[in-house]
């Protein structure tokens, strides 16, 4: 079942998606504010409206494909084309018009493959939220809307009052969670806690017991609603009420030590340990899981990338060990990190190489897993074929696609740089980070990557990155067969000597896609870490392999 799918996840799901097949979805649909662009609610003739709204980067626009889904939204016999038509009529053929036609179409989809158990959870800001949940109410029915949980991103973000703005500046997102059938008794809703706070104890749990150091707080047994409720009256401790406990329960709990009265004449009341506490339930409100910072441990780089914590109470809540959990835009693949984690199955649907290439590497480096063996890919070469194709059509998805294969990350991603743009690359296409001794400082490999013909000249231009960058290795991955003269020139460069290990390591490596769908990896250093650990693990893949002279082209002329 684990699944990452390429491509248009409109299409995915109608072709490849069985009906109510899915425990749980997730969505963090691409129209975020995160990023705090200004976009004009702008009709696509070109005339302007007053109102503006702070729009993601990549915001699909009006065009032959949005006027086709949407004739093909009014044109079915349900309430979502009527909806559809009155947005319509409403916000005219603008930016936000076509996105929600988009998102129209997606939701219908995804309502369809969810099970009568399952509930999902689309996740937004107030630029498109009111909207999407007049669409959701229309898809699941109003009576299926669960709960909108405000998710607390941030204690500060960076305001423009000092411009002048008069507005609030906003650090909270929406999630939407709508169930398929809030009705059905076997959805699945499992309670999550969160540990009391200092204030709180301090504030509730105010007595010790001097025999065994045990914190405690003093709850009512008193019964509501009186023998209106059933429950039982009669004397304790001098006190007459309507009592929560049988007459046999409350004798066992004064026998147990468990029943407090602070002075005669008071009602009595029970202990509760703190240490059998479980926590304050979560509510509508979460406060306690900020959004990631520039130093956060598990960032990416991906410029709307959720903490795992997000997703695991999610997932955690509305979801069992060995359900199916979707996210259709996976972006970097917390969704799927944290199902993989949590013991979920899981399926991914992203439309863009970089981020199904991100996917990879994080499940690589966090669990492993690699593609094709642990899970299946979609939508991507699988032949050196297919790679030739994509490296033709689309030469940056090339590059998104292989560097994950070797567990490379495309240069940039990791500082939010925009990959994939023309510019000055400093002929780094890719990176690789590994610590191999015991100073904390990482050490690098850069990867060159060539879809078209090769040279010598490019290999020397790899060794002078590598000197320029102080690295300590640099990969010369290409679709194409190396010549002699370029595997000369890569021996000529030398060995890299990592300190825990005794063999050298090529500095130059010369490596081709087709060695990689065989299975060649490079050769590279272990970290330090999983070196001293080396005799509990299987070998590392990467030290398989070697740069080699069985295969090159005829020698070209220097």
């Not at 491509?7 to 425990?23: A, C, F, M, Q, T």
Request: glycine fraction near 8%.
């Amino acid at each position: 079942m684990n699944t990452l799918y390429y491509g248009d996840n409109l299409k995915i799901l109608r072709d490849e998606i069985d009906p109510e097949s899915v425990d749980l979805i997730y969505l963090d649909p691409p129209f975020n504010s995160n990023r705090n662009y200004n976009v004009l609610f702008k009709d696509e003739s070109g005339t302007d409206s007053q109102s503006q709204i702070t729009a993601f980067e990549d915001t699909w626009r009006w065009g032959p494909e949005t006027e086709r889904v949407y004739h093909e939204l009014i044109n079915e016999p349900d309430q979502v084309g009527r909806m559809i038509e009155s947005f319509r009529g409403f916000i005219g053929t603008n930016q936000m018009m076509a996105y929600l036609v988009m998102m129209a179409v997606r939701l219908k989809e995804l309502h369809r493959v969810l099970k009568p158990t399952g509930s999902l959870y689309l996740h937004c800001d107030p630029t498109a939220s009111h909207y999407l949940k007049i669409l959701l109410d229309t898809i699941f029915g109003a009576e299926n809307f669960v709960n909108e949980i405000v998710w607390k991103r941030a204690d500060t973000v960076k305001g423009n009052f000092g411009q002048g703005t008069k507005r609030y500046d906003t650090n909270t997102d929406s999630i939407f969670l709508y169930a398929r059938n809030s009705q059905n008794a076997e959805r699945t809703f499992n309670t999550q806690f969160k540990p009391y706070s200092e204030e709180y104890i301090k504030a509730f749990y105010k007595y010790t017991e001097p025999d065994t150091g045990r914190v405690y707080r003093l709850i009512s047994m008193t019964g509501p609603g009186d023998d209106a409720k059933g429950n039982p009256r009669y004397e304790v401790l001098g006190v007459t009420r309507y009592w929560r406990y049988s007459r046999e329960r409350m004798d066992q709990l004064i026998a147990d030590g468990m029943v407090v009265q602070t002075k005669p004449g008071n009602v009595p009341q029970r202990k509760q340990y703190l240490d059998q506490g479980k926590g304050v339930a979560v509510q509508t409100l979460w406060d306690d899981m900020p959004a990631l910072h520039s130093q956060s441990a598990e960032r990416l780089g991906y410029p709307t990338q959720k903490p795992v914590a997000l997703l695991e109470r999610i997932i955690s809540t509305s979801s069992d060990e060995g359900d199916v959990v979707l996210d259709p835009f996976c972006g970097c693949g917390t969704t799927i990190a944290a199902a993989q984690k949590l013991n979920r199955q899981w399926i991914g649907i992203d439309i863009t190489h970089l981020s199904v290439g991100l996917q990879k590497l994080r499940l690589r480096n966090s669990f492993g897993l690699i593609a094709g063996k642990d899970y299946t890919v979609v939508g991507q070469p699988t032949s050196i074929g297919g790679a030739r194709k994509l490296a033709k059509e689309n030469p940056y998805g090339f590059q998104w696609w292989v560097l994950p294969l070797i567990g490379a990350k495309a240069f940039g991603s990791e500082t939010g740089k925009k990959v994939g743009k023309k510019g000055a690359d400093g002929g780094i296409d890719g990176l690789i980070v590994f610590t191999d001794d015991n100073s904390g400082k990482a050490k690098k490999v850069i990867v060159s990557v060539k879809g078209g013909g090769v040279n010598v000249s490019q290999v020397r231009d790899l060794i002078g990155t590598v000197e320029r960058e102080k690295a300590a290795i640099g990969i010369f991955l290409t679709l194409e067969r190396p010549t002699k003269p370029m595997l000369k020139e890569a021996v000529e460069a030398g060995f890299y000597h990592a300190p825990a290990h005794q063999k050298p390591f090529p500095r130059i490596q010369i490596i081709t896609v087709e060695d990689i769908l065989a299975g060649k990896q490079p050769e590279l250093p272990m970290n330090i870490d999983t070196f001293r650990k080396a005799g509990k693990i299987v070998k590392d893949a990467r030290l398989q392999g070697s740069l080699s002279f069985d295969s090159f082209q005829e020698e070209e002329s220097e």
